[in-house]
Every structure is written in C-alpha cells, then in structure tokens.
C-alpha cells in the first residue's frame, strides 16, 4: 500500500508538473529572440544547446533575451567546462559603461563553490553568497546540473539539482531582461565553452507554481522584517524614520542633538573632527540585551572609522572618549591608521578590536561604496564575529584565558571587561561619516 501511495505521488507530481504554462526561451535551433549586448565572446545555437565560448573579451558578455521579465519562474539546464559564469535575472545595460548590471545567478564550479547564489553585476556584488547557506555548496557537480529561479515580487530563489539554494528579498530591479554571460577569462581558458539548453519560463499565474524553500533568508529591504523573522522572534532596533529606542551613551534618556541624522531609511553618524565621540557622541538602546544575535548592515566613507560595542555599560566611563564595551570594529583598513596600530591585525574590520584579529583578507570580502552586513552572536559566554555571511572569529568569555587576553590590551584598567551577564549595544561615533540600517535582533 506505501509503494502504490509513492508511486500514485510520483505520478501526481509529474502532472502538475507538466501542467505548468512553460514557454520555451530558447527554440533549439537559432538564437531568435536573444542579442548579445556587450562582449566578444561567441554565442552560438548548436545540438539543441547555446554554446558561449570564451575570446580576449575585456568585458564580460552577455547574450540577453529581446523581452524584458518581471514576475517569472524560469528553468534551465547548464555545463560549464571549468569557467566562471552566470544567468543574469531582471538586469540591464549602462550604455554609459558598456556593461550589464543586475541580479545574476552565480555558476561557479571553483572550490568556492557558490552556484545557486545571488551576485549583482556590475553594481553591487554579493547579496546571497553560499555561505548563507552551506549545505546547498554540494549542490553543484561536475557536467550538466539543473536550475530553477523564482522570481516573485521582491522575492529571489533559487534550487540546483533539485536543492534549495538562494533565498533572497530585495527590491533593486522589478523588471529586466534575462542573460547568459561568458566571463572575462585568461588566457589559458581562451576557447573554453559555456552552454546551456532546455531553457523555459512561466510569466503566468507565477504565484501558483511557487515552490517552497526551506533555505535561510536574507532580508535586503531595508528596515524591514519579513512574516518569518517576525514569526523567528526579530524584532527592529531601528525603524528607518526616527531615532526611537536610542540615546545619547553619555546622556541617558535623550537622543544626541546634532551629529546623528536619519534621512531615507538610513541612520548616520556625521563627519566631526575625526577623534572618539567629539561630535555627537555614542548611541546606546534603550535596554540592555543579555543572549542575543545581532545584525546590522553599515556603509563606510573614505578612511572611516566606527564600531558596534556590546557588553556596554555607558557608567564605566563617563569622561573623555567613546563608551566601554566589546567592540566589533567597522573601519575601512586601507586608509585609516588604526589597522596598522595593535597587535597581529587586531584593529582590523571585523575584529574584536585590541583582542582578536580578524583574519587576514576581509576587505576582499566587501567594497567601500556597499552596504555590508555585520553579524554578532552572544549565546553566554560564548561569542561570534560574522561580515557578510562569513565567521571571522569566536570566543569565549568569563574564563581565564580571558581575563589574561584583556589584562594585555588597552581595557586592562577597566573592571571585569567584557564579563558582564548583559550590557547595552552601542554605535560609535568616531568623528567620521558611518551610516547603518537594518538594525535587528533576536533574542535568545
């Protein structure tokens, strides 16, 4: 009875899957419907397949579908012979720049291994690397795999092989064209091909073909939270339009009367004179937090330097200079001093600054002129550094080793530093231009 139960499910899904309203993209025969716009690399229609082989292109090409694609479910079947490469989604040409720019899912059969995630051409770089989601990196093999995209609103997922991969909300692009590129190579991949086949759509009804995904979701929409982040227990710490649930770290219960501004969904401390919390001063919330994961993205300037402290306890130091706590520094390594200054690197992006370097590389993890994603776990003493989906650090608090790593940093004369039960979360005004947005938290 359970195999003619499995079989008799088998044959139902095989029909709705059937059922759904594909139009093919592709004919199998010519690339009617397609143009290249940018690059030299060959495009070709050949076995049923369109074939991309890769030139001395000096920008990477893109044959792109005559139709501009909203709301879509599309399919495709591709084989890359060792060489980076990708399906843009909703994406555009800058005639100015001679490039395209858009949502692009990522084929990557380096070791990296992040096909299924979510690149933006052109502009913005990674939105949803695989390291959001690690299981989906075996998603990928070796000759030809299988994808889908759905493309439904504000909502971006993807599945290889039948695996859930991307799950993504952003609101850049509504609408675009869909594109095949053939990246920019070296010379020893020149004649390397890229090809793809059975490649088809549904613009119809999209809603009702949805499949669900059980991958983790990254929010991009800023200050907001989706059905399950609220449902998961996130909660905002800033809304996007006032300065609510923060005050000044040096005057409680009142909120900085200059230095700090909130303009289109950004929060922003101002450029000062480039000293600690001289201009406006520090922000802390309004309550203290005890086990807790924190998120927040931030955009840097030129040689900027900030923080986001946690454990803060705004009594502990009430003169000069920023306010007390652990600190996950947010500084752009390649202009301002202070990455040359500490020990091994521990001033560096991302570290627990004057404790715990960084690892070596984590600007190549992110851009100047991006918005980037800092992520901090506090489960008891037990503690995490996360930049853009990648760990930087962990450690671990109230013990020995510890107190030893503090007694030989610049808090060896502050009380019990960094072992307090719960604290204050703080964003650090060191006289330069930070802005941050998508504050939330959830607490454990």
Known sequence: MKKLALILGLALATTLANAQPWEPLFNGRNLKGWKQVTGTAKFAAKDGM?????????????????????????????????????????????????????????????????????????????????????????AYKDGWNHARVECIGNHIRTWVNGIP??????????????????????????????????????????????TPTDAPCVNNVANTLTPEEVADGWKLLFDGKTTKGWQSAKKLGAFPDHGWTVEDGVLSVNKGDGSESTNGGDIITDRKYKNFILKAEFKLTPGANSGIKYFVDPFTNQGAGSAIGCEFQVLDDNLHPDAKLGVNGNRTMGSLYDLIPAPKGVWETYTIDGWQRAMVIVDGNHVEHWLNGHKLLEYERNNQMWNALVAYSKYKDWPNFGNAEEGYILLQDHGDHVSYRNVKIKEL
């Open 50 to 138: 369109i074939v991309g082989t890769a030139t001395n292109s000096k920008v990477n090409s893109f044959l792109a579908t005559t139709k501009e694609y909203g709301d879509f479910i599309l399919e495709f079947d591709f084989l890359t012979e060792g060489i980076n490469s990708g399906v843009q989604l909703r994406s555009h040409k800058d005639d100015a720049r001679g490039v395209v720019y858009g949502y692009q899912f990522e084929i990557d059969p380096a070791p990296r291994a992040w096909t299924g995630g979510i690149y933006d051409e052109a502009r913005r770089m990674w939105l949803y690397r695989m390291t959001e989601n690690e299981p989906a990196r075996k």
């Open 165 to 210: 991969c991307t799950n993504l909300i952003d609101d850049a692009d509504p609408t675009g064209f869909i594109a095949l590129q053939v990246h920019v190579v070296g010379a020893d991949q020149l004649g390397v091909h890229v090809c793809w086949k059975d490649i088809r759509i549904i613009t119809k009804d999209v809603e009702k073909y949805a």
